[in-house]
């Protein structure tokens, strides 16, 4: 059985061969000098899953250090585009940015075109402070406290703080007053609920953090929330969040010790958590 397909247009095979052109070059470049190169891409600002024709934006998974900028609000507010599942379009991270004092950029202005650089800034200097330019992307999405109304929208969860990320203090909590603390031993163990179905997590031993644990108070709830990100996951849940059932908490951070077993005595002690 023969099947046919119509010849493309000259307008459509001229357009293919100009986005594989640019993504070729863009990847040439990048490969170039890999060690010591990021490219932080604004993903858009139409407020919807990113384009799948947008390049380089819509290749940026294929390398470890492209990232796509989305601009957003500490309040789970996201003006710029999203990751488009469907089309396996990822954007990474979600940053703050305005426009300038300089005509004809109004101060109030912003836009991922905005968000983008204030994430290059922050990279350029960890790569001054010796991080290599491949290992960036997971430093960049790891490097934010998760919000629960963002969800999968966009990798990291939660809003771009430069602070942590420069920081780069490995497991460590944040505590109830805005302290960032290293952990020198952690034992951490607790139940959740997502969707109806009871989620536990232990710490292991990684040498960088895989979990981003957030605690905030339950709406409409007495109850405790956490919100999880996992940098990896066998059950494809990198994202979850939920009122906490049960917890176990021993951080020690020099001499400063967080000690519970109470959920509602969490948010007295810390408010966020890596390991």
Known sequence: MQSSVEAPTPTALADLVARCTQIDRFALQLTAAEESRIAALAAGNAGMPASPVLLPQAEAFRWENVVNVTHGRPDGTIDGDTTNEGYKVIVNVIAPGCGYTTPPLAQ????????????????????????????????????????????????SGGLFDPALFLLHPGPHVVSAEGAYLSLSSLTFKMTYMYKGTEISITNPAPTEPSYVVAFHACENSPDVC????????????????GPIKTVTLDAL?????????????????IRLITF
């Open 226 to 241: 956490a919100i999880v990100r996992r940098s990896t996951s066998t059950s494809g849940l990198f994202f979850t969040f």
């Open 253 to 269: 951070s020099g001499q400063q010790r967080f000690q519970t077993n109470d959920a509602a005595a969490l948010l007295k002690l």
């Open 108 to 155: 109030d202005e912003n836009g991922s075109s905005f968000a983008s650089p204030y994430v290059a800034t922050a990279a350029w200097i960890r790569m001054l402070q010796g991080l290599p330019a491949p290992s960036l992307k997971r430093a960049l999405t790891a490097s934010s406290e998760p919000i629960s109304t963002i969800g999968e929208k966009v990798e």
